[in-house]
């Protein structure tokens, strides 16, 4: 009961801060990723030192960087190609020190992802920034993980990963899909935002994705034997823990709007 307690007051929290951030406009809603973007660094490094494997902070500048390239480019209609900068960056820091896995993940798992979360606030139609996209699509990933998690607990029979993820059965995921669609559903009913398949198509990108990150984050977890990736939040684990889902499904949601832009 104490656990079910303090997953709840910190979802609840984290709901308030990502959302109230979106919220507000794009200079807090960039500085929080930034934040979750450092801090799952630290938790990402502080994993990858358990192997003995290379950690230095200075990989960690090419996602920041794509962070402020990001925010300046939609909201001062820059050129696109100062998106050239962080991967040029990122890859000479590659040459001169040697590929790493914490650089790697750093900016492909964690920079990369996040960045197209914020850039999801420039996909309405439009000048400027729209909270609508970016805070519906974390609603959905947060609905999805909430009720796959309740699904599984309360009709879990079937387990989806023994050895990679025990606690996650195929009921769970299911309940989570239909939840999800549902959610979708109501979106595009109430907004009128898009296409009632194109929510759906989001939906589904959400649910399938959202468990292929969360399995990823899993697998390697188990590589250093620990159970979470910190302790920063009761009830959930580290940063990365909680935001594993959204680390797959950003970058593939954004894809699909693009897509859907181009051919409406």
Known sequence: MKEIFLRTLTGVALIVMVGGSILLGPVTFSAVLLLVY??????????????DLSTRWFR???GALLFLIV???FQFKQSLLWFILP????????????ITLSGTLA??????????????????????????LPLFIIALVWINDTFAYLSGSLLGRHKMTPILSPGKTWEGFAGG????????WIIWNSTGIATLWAWF???LLVSTLGLAGDLFESGLKRTVKVKNTGA??????????????????????LILVILIKLVS
């Open 87 to 98: 991967p040029a960056l990122w890859l000479i820091s590659a040459l001169r020190g040697g």
């Open 177 to 184: 899909i239909l939840i999800t669609l549902l959610a979708g």
């Open 71 to 73: 925010y300046g480019v």
């Open 60 to 62: 960690a500048i090419p």
């Open 201 to 203: 198509g989001i939906s």
């Open 232 to 253: 920063l939040l009761p009830g959930h684990g580290g940063v990365l823990d909680r935001f594993d889902s959204l680390l797959f499904v950003a970058p593939a949601v």
């Open 38 to 51: 450092l801090l799952g660094v630290k938790e990402l490094f502080g994993l990858l030192q358990k192997r």
């Open 107 to 132: 900016f492909l798992w964690l920079a990369i992802p996040l960045s197209s979360f914020f850039a999801l606030g420039w996909m309405e139609d439009g000048p400027g920034f729209h909270y609508r």
